[in-house]
């Protein structure tokens, strides 16, 4: 399929998101992101869950997946393995990915795939009317809740930390360039990469609003000593046990930036092509032929046969 250029970046008109919410920032960060990193379209997948953020590959002019709750990374997973060539990203709210979907969003991070991640951190399950999602904190009332939050909340810093994702970060959505930034570092980092933003919802959250922000984030980057990456195996203890206790700062100042990089791990993707010879990233299953010209099955009965027969006696001798 042919380029359709960056120019096709653009926010269509429509978008029902509530005026002032945070989600429009992190659209914005994509389109500028994918614009600078001069992304092809046609090679671009955004894949979404449900809920107020998994609708922002309606409004980005790539190609895009808005699946079911919770199962963004499962069909983002397919598709990557399917054509490894593809950029894939996944946008998902805080309940999606760490609520539902949260076994799913560590099966991410343990194989290391080369996909990217952005939460949508509003701390309140947007679409339904307010509940509070597993990053609201215990003791904390949005206006939704009858009476304070029982559970106490997930980290998602340490827990993709703890998963094994090889870039983790965490970014503001109002600040669109500064997330930008960091999307595209996220985007060109190789293997599972995930960003935790930080996202007011104007309706729902009464708490966690841009004024309560406003005050308290600094840029992890602004402290010349602070060093994300693993530059050698033997740092890498080290760096995620610095990085977790850094993502557990959260009081008057809040760490926004890059937690913890990996470049040395490999990805799943590459796992698999050593281990199966029929498994290639250079010509992946979904650019394989499944027929010839005059339309007929490449895998006709009698070769599909052979093959099952194969399968059979292999698992038999499982
Ligand atoms: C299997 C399933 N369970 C529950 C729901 C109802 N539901 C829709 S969106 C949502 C939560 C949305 O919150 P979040 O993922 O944080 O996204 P936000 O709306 O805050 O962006 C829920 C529980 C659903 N659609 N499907
Ligand atoms: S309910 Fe909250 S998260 Fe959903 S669109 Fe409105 S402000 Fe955004
Ligand atoms: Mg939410």
Not at 1 to 25: I, K, L
Not at 190 to 197: L, M, Q
């Amino acid at each position: 399929m042919a380029s359709r250029g960056v120019a096709s970046y653009r926010t269509e008109v429509w978008s029902d998101w509530c005026p002032g919410c945070g989600d429009f920032g992190i659209l914005a960060a994509m389109q500028k992101a994918f614009a600078e990193l001069n992304l092809d379209p046609a090679q671009t997948v955004v894949v979404s869950g449900i809920g107020c953020s998994s609708k922002t590959p309606h409004f980005i002019n790539v190609n895009g997946v808005h699946t079911i709750h919770g199962r963004g990374i499962a069909f983002a997973t397919g598709i990557k393995l399917a054509n490894p060539q593809l950029k894939v990203i996944v946008n998902g709210g805080d309940g999606d990915l760490l609520g539902i979907g949260v076994a799913h969003f560590v099966a991410l991070g343990r194989r290391n795939l080369d996909v990217t991640v952005l939460i949508h951190n509003n701390k309140v399950y947007g679409l339904t009317k307010g509940q509070a999602s597993p990053t609201l904190r215990r003791g904390e009332k949005v206006k939704s809740l009858p009476v304070p939050n029982l559970q106490d909340a997930v980290n998602p810093i340490a827990l993709a930390i703890a998963s094994g994702y090889t870039f983790v970060a965490r970014a503001y959505s109002l600040w669109v360039d500064h997330l930008k930034e960091i999307l595209k570092a996220a985007i060109n980092h190789k293997g599972s990469a995930v960003i935790d933003v930080l996202q007011p919802c104007v309706t729902y959250n009464d708490i966690y609003t841009a004024e309560f922000y406003k005050d308290r984030l600094y840029k992890l980057e602004d402290d010349p000593s602070w060093d994300p990456i693993v530059r050698d195996p033997s740092e890498d203890e080290e760096k995620k046990a610095a990085a977790i206790k850094k993502a557990e700062e959260w009081g008057t100042r809040i760490p926004v930036g890059v937690f913890y990089v990996n470049p040395l791990k490999d990805t799943y993707e590459e796992r698999l092509a050593q281990r199966n010879p029929s498994y290639s990233i250079d010509n992946p299953p979904a650019l394989q032929p499944i027929s010839r010209e005059d339309g007929s099955p490449i895998v006709g009965p009698d070769e599909f046969r052979k093959i099952f027969k194969r399968f059979i006696v292999n698992v038999k001798k499982l």
